[in-house]
């Protein structure tokens, strides 16, 4: 650096300096004059205050860190903000004329924080770059004797990103690092294609552990397990199902695992669903370096906290511009809309920043959450999401500073698991949801109960468990003695079904009277008219409907089993036609004994077995890969007896999601199954990547080429 650049930056710093100990005078004083539970004194006393509170922070705070980590983190660092209070508590004690009430002791720290992130914003201070710093003499501290000549591989998710919307937003100039990499061909970009399952359960299983066999969609019942609910990202459930996956061979065998799904069987780990199994375990040395300083945690705080004020201001934008389709949008999801799309962002960087450094991994991988659960809410390319796309391409900028600072060198590969494809839901549409509407062409004598979510991944992953759900098993298990106590021609046939007679089916008069009803199966379909039925309050479980973006699956569960075309078109002969007749409805899977996996539209039949097709195309709009991902999915284990795909509409590209969010993945149709993968130019092009797994095949690859080169 030149003397004169020199002269310039020690200027700024002062400058700076100057800049905060006035706005921390004035945020003192402000509060003095807001609160009854504050008192300066006489004036001069703000400056000392601003200058003792500093000074107890660089002596205290690495006390009170030492001894309190597991007390801050286990707290979700809302103890740092305590800590925070108590260091100027004691600051300002020994002050005279100064007086500090219980808010008082809440509310100065807190302003003051304010009033420090918002100078250090408008002078344009990255204050990541001096945190840096920070982590790294903590990083050198901890640093093995041994280095790495090798290259690692760093993986960076944006969860939800399709490779259509990431170009818009190159496009727009917001993610001007991403950009800057393909201009200079250091990094290749390619849209890649997901299972039909297009989230981030059957995504990561995929990726992470190149097996994602049996994860159905993000929710699903398990009719031999009790018809347990299991859901990929619980952190009561995500173990058991990695322990289904995972061969031990994962992505990230000596790496890390950051804020993902499932861990790769990862060396280390931290905010990975897997591997918390309840929110105690979240406890994790990585954790540290988010608190090596007093106002890091205060600085990630006042960023969520306006996180949340974006959020209220976007929804009375929608409002007020009537943007259609739009959510009704709580408090609470801003918060945790703020939670995923800040505290994990910030988090996250600053814990890959110290594994850079440190230099100890061969391999990361990390999700940024933040634009998927704006995108649910707000629209997959509504105005919210650019400036959430803004932030996490300046991570990759702060992580590629950091690379450079390292003894050790990095590849950055960034990815998205799945995309989104926008639209109105079902509800919104057509006043009713999958589940009740399935409901109305159910038998009056069918006790039905529904459940239905209406929830973001990020809230099912925290949430405690749902007492309702839980008692479906044993709502379930009542139903069962009752219909057993009961006779019946339909019961001898249910008790025969449980058996897996099929000849038993096919010579039983009730099939045969309803075979010559259909003896086509599209005429019927077509000829049905749907009756409404009245309902009565449904009281128990006999069916159970789950959605997972614009899948939907029905599961009738006084079946141990999966149920065929033949067996449900016996029981329910409403049902199927129903389904198929509703225009929220692109096309259906059910499995037939005779024919295998049909998929059924409106207007023709897909026979996935040797790919015959009766009538119009119902796979027509869905990708030439549909009718793969279909039979594929269609030999999962814990398939629903019939799956919804809904409609895709290529022309305003649309779809209807079974759930409320109006950005939505799950199923096929537009965006959400086109992901992308942005790696190294000088890495082997990998060619046609379809499906999750094959981008855990290339990703392997190319990591064990660079741990042997
Ligand atoms: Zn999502």
Known sequence: MSFKNQLISSLKTIIITILLILANIAAVLFVD????????????????????????????????????????????????????SVIFYIATYFIPGVHVGFYGFWQVPIVMAIATTFITNITNTNYFDSYIKNILRYAIKRKSSYN??????????????????????????????????????????????TDLSSQTGAS????????????????????????????????????KIEERISNGEGLLVNGISIANMFSGDSKISALTSSRLGGISR?????????????????????????DILVEFKSQLVHDIKNIQPRLRRTPVYAAIRAGANVVLRESTTEILTSEILTGEIDTAYATFMGYDEVAHHSGVEDDDVWSVLKQI?????????????????????????????????????????????????????????????????FRDAVLPENKQLQNIKER?????????????????????????????????????????????????IKGYESVQQSTQKAKDSELIVLGSGNMGLIYLTQWSQRLNYEEIVMLFPDLIPGLVNHSGVGFILVNSLSNGGMVIGQNGIYYLDGDRIVGENPLEDFGKN??????????????????????????????????????????????????????????????????AESIYKFLKREIEKSDSG
């Not at 994860?215 to 347990?228: L, M």
């Not at 629903?640 to 109006?662: Q, T």
């Open 282 to 306: 979240i406890y994790n040395k990585t954790l540290h370096t988010i608190f090596l300083d007093a106002y890091n945690f205060q600085r990630i705080f006042i960023l969520f906290l306006w």
């Open 33 to 84: 004059y807001i609160s009854s539970d504050f008192t300066v004194g006489p004036l001069y006393n703000s400056l000392i205050i601003v200058i003792a509170v500093a000074i107890a922070n660089s002596l205290l705070w690495p006390i009170f860190r030492r001894f309190l980590m597991k007390f801050i983190i286990l707290t979700f660092g809302i103890g740092s903000l305590f800590i925070n």
């Open 148 to 193: 790495k000549q090798y290259s690692g591989v760093i993986m960076l998710e944006i969860d939800g990103l399709s490779f259509n919307t990431l170009k818009k937003a190159i496009d727009k100039g917001v993610m001007p690092t991403v950009k800057s990499w393909i201009e200079n061909d250091t990094h290749t970009l390619k849209q890649w294609e």
């Open 476 to 524: 379930v298990e009542n139903i069962r003695d009752d219909l057993f106590d009961k006779s019946g021609p339909i019961q001898n046939i249910r008790n025969e079904l449980n058996e897996r007679k099929p000849s038993i089916i096919f010579e039983n008069e009730q099939y045969l009277n309803l075979r010559e009803k259909y003896s086509n199966s599209l005429e019927y």
């Open 626 to 691: 549909a009718p793969k991902h279909l039979k594929r999915q269609n030999s999962f284990k814990n398939m629903p007896d019939i799956l919804v795909n809904s409609f895709y509409d290529r022309k305003h590209d649309e779809v209807c999601a079974f759930e409320e969010l109006i950005g939505s993945h799950g199923g096929l149709g537009g965006n959400q199954s086109k992901p992308f993968i942005l790696y190294p130019s000088e890495w082997e092009n990998p060619g046609d990547l379809i499906g």
């Open 204 to 239: 990561q299983a995929g990726i992470l552990h190149g097996n994602n066999r049996d994860i159905v969609a993000y929710r699903w019942v398990e009719k031999e397990n009790d018809n347990n609910i299991m859901v990929s990202g619980k952190l009561s459930h995500a173990p």
């Open 393 to 457: 391409d300046l991570q990759f900028s702060r992580l590629t500073s950091a690379i450079t600072m390292s003894d050790r060198d990095y590849k950055l590969v960034i990815l998205s698991d799945h995309g989104q494809s926008n639209g109105a839901t079902f509800k919104q549409r057509y006043g009713i949801t999958l589940g009740n509407y399935v409901r109305r062409l159910l038998p009056d004598d069918l006790t039905v109960f529904r459940s239905e979510y209406n929830i973001d991944h």
